[in-house]
T-cell receptor, first 113, second 111 residues
Framework: KAGVTQTPRYLIKTRGQQVTLSCSPI?????VSWYQQTPGQGLQFLFE???????NKGNFPGRFSGRQFSNSRSEMNVSTLELGDSALYLC????????????FGDGTRLSIL | GENVEQHPSTLSVQEGDSAVIKCTYS??????FPWYKQELGKGPQLIID?????GEKKDQRIAVTLNKTAKHFSLHITETQPEDSAVYFC??????????FGKGTKLSVIP
């Protein structure tokens, strides 16, 4: 069974640009969560989608947004990129929201110049 | 919101010895506690998890214990091997809310 797939693996952008990251969950998983990982802050929750609806949101500015499609694939978008947005962005999927294990992809490494 | 503290931040052990990583959580409503292992260049991999109705769970060389009263849980790795070297994260979740992670423990197993 294929795991969580994130594309692209690496991305380099400049300040002010916007970026879209993609996540394909494990087949049959309907919940997708996004996390930002940095050396200083660790793993921080961005948002969670279930059945195309955002069910939970972390403490990130409105520049961070996401969506989920009917096939459970998800995208996240960051607009007006700042240097501090440089991070590893991780996607995790699970069968549903209630106490099911989350399985992570290998992430997208975003570098802002 | 939930706060998870993880200790130690770094841990070095000799191959064959045991390693213990401890976490505390703040929200008494938390009822699901997974542990993840992250290797360089990879995403976190779920290695074991425990729910609040269980005090201990074991899977081969890995075990997790949970003390709900004290609000802490621990990861125990026995007979450590060089391939156990990685960063380990604990996490806690209350119901269907998001996972809150500890800051991680870098485990080095010295051959």
């Amino acid at each position: 069974k294929a795991g969580v797939t994130q594309t692209p693996r690496y991305l380099i952008k400049t300040r002010g640009q916007q970026v879209t990251l993609s996540c394909s969950p494990i087949s049959g998983h309907r919940s997708v969560s996004w996390y930002q990982q940095t050396p200083g802050q660790g793993l921080q929750f961005l948002f969670e989608y279930f059945s195309e609806t955002q069910r939970n949101k972390g403490n990130f500015p409105g520049r961070f947004s996401g969506r989920q499609f009917s096939n459970s694939r998800s995208e996240m978008n960051v607009s007006t990129l700042e240097l501090g947005d440089s991070a590893l962005y991780l996607c995790a999927s699970s069968l549903d929201r209630a106490n099911q294990p989350q399985h992570f992809g290998d992430g997208t490494r975003l570098s802002i110049l | 919101g939930e706060n998870v503290e993880q200790h130690p931040s770094t841990l070095s052990v000799q191959e064959g010895d045991s390693a213990v990583i401890k976490c505390t959580y703040s929200d008494s409503a938390s009822n699901y506690f997974p542990w993840y292992k992250q290797e360089l260049g990879k995403g976190p991999q779920l290695i074991i998890d425990i729910r609040s109705n269980v005090g201990e769970k074991k899977d081969q060389r890995i075990a997790v214990t949970l003390n709900k009263t004290a609000k802490h849980f621990s990861l125990h790795i026995t007979e450590t091997q060089p391939e156990d070297s990685a960063v380990y994260f604990c996490a806690a979740r209350a119901g269907s809310y998001q996972l809150t992670f500890g800051k991680g423990t870098k485990l080095s197993v010295i051959p």
